[in-house]
């Protein structure tokens, strides 16, 4: 290979006598601010004399493995982009590849963007339309496209009057990925460019979590009353920016799309484009609420190993300060739907990393020191179970809750299934809403109630007759960080611990098919 003349990022490959048998391009560096899940993709682009596209091939990436797999080995994918030309707008719609659409259509984008120049939003390529303008402004009646500005859309009355502007974030910041895949957000703005509004248009992210991201007033409201600059240059901390609690991921990966895109769309003094910014690297969240479960994360161990643990007094002060932590300040819980966005899509170690913190110590305690820390000490439904059961065991009628043995394999049996549940997810995440699954997201008492409250009432009422018999027997996420344990009970296996084993066994089966294909 060398490279051709008075280009920069062209070569020729060349047979042995020299002779031309193709032109290649990279898409990195030009497009390494595109990503999947977890980082960027290299694309070698082989094209004829033409510049028209013969093949494409990967070269790398820095995304998750399994989804890598998948579009590697698919060839109808990389078929799609034969006969696209360099210099040329690529219009048509690309199909992703199904299990790893994030990833694939990132690097559709790259694509996209090495042979035009271009950014493209192929994971948001919808165009606004009247109907969502009508949500920001009644009165919009057309609207038009500003062709010098990228994204910015006009909106008009019936008079062809300026009502202001409209704006999605989906053309220049679409790689922000929070629990499991970035958010596009809608801004409107008045004549004057000023934030007036935001929405939440789209997102591949949890649904209850994008629910609860949306119903937060108060989260929004700090963006309003800005220009894009003034946006683009906010410092989260500094500004009391902390998230929605318990969809904290989600709302913060939305905080920092909105912010990005703002950056992209800034313009200079005399209204034409500015130039648009390198990615910036998304600094760590640390607000009161991390920073609080950061402390309370380094803490567990210690108190677990204390004898003040076997003391009423100091555990209760020990409980209130967790109850405080966690349901007061930050929302951040352990629960399947955290594991699994997580597994899916790799840990927030920036936009949570007081919870990472937590959840990295939850999950090495079991292995090192054979206890489960978490759900013994720190948990507040845990706690809540402890507090209850105490004040109200004997008001409980007795057919409510049988604890026969019948009843216990059943719950048991439960956490098993959820677990199953679990891995049909990585099937069809749109599917299964693991938050509504366990009863931990009405700790999140921030953001409203949804299904996980019908679990929270059986379980209390259960553990009010029974003392912590949702914990000891139907909850999936203590059951997984129980399976850690370095040393187990010697009791014989029981259904739950079967279909456990079927839901990792399953987990490890999909990655094994994946990585081998």
Known sequence: MRLIPGSVDLWEVLDRDSQRLAVAAMTSPQSDSIVGYAGPNNVLLLLDDAQTVQSAHLLGSSDTRDHVSRVQHDAAFWQQFVGASLGENQTAR???????TLTSLAIAEAIHHRLSGQRLSLRFPEELTIDEAQLFFSEAHSLQADRERLGWTRVLDATQGNLGWLLRTGPVADSVVGYQGPTELMVALDPEETIIKIRVRRSFDNEPYVRYTKQEASFWAKFTGRSLL?????????????????ATMTSMAAAETLRLAAQRYSTSESGTAAQVPQPVGLS???????????VLALAMIPWSLSRWRGQRRWRWVWQSLCLLVIVGLSGNLISLALLAGWARSGPAWKLAPGLALMVSLALIAPILLGRNVYCDHVCPHGIAQQWLARCGRRYW???LVSGNR?????????????????????????????AWLE?????????GLG?????????ILWSSRQPMAYCRLACPTGKVLDTLRAKRTGRRPVVGDILLGLAIASVWMVVWLNVGE
């Open 94 to 100: 690309v199909d992703g590849v199904s299990g790893a």
């Open 230 to 246: 003034q946006v683009s240059q906010l410092d989260f901390a500094a500004e009391g920016i902390e998230g929605v609690s318990g």
């Open 284 to 294: 760590a969240n640390w607000s009161w609420g991390e920073l609080s479960t950061a």
């Open 397 to 399: 009628p007795g057919w």
């Open 406 to 434: 019948w009843w216990n394999w059943c719950a048991t049996a439960s956490a098993g299934i959820i677990l199953l549940l679990c891995v049909g997810w990585f099937f069809a995440p749109d599917q299964v809403p693991l």
């Open 439 to 447: 009863p931990f997201d009405v700790y999140a008492w921030r953001v």
């Open 451 to 459: 299904g996980s409250c019908i679990v929270w009432v059986i379980s």
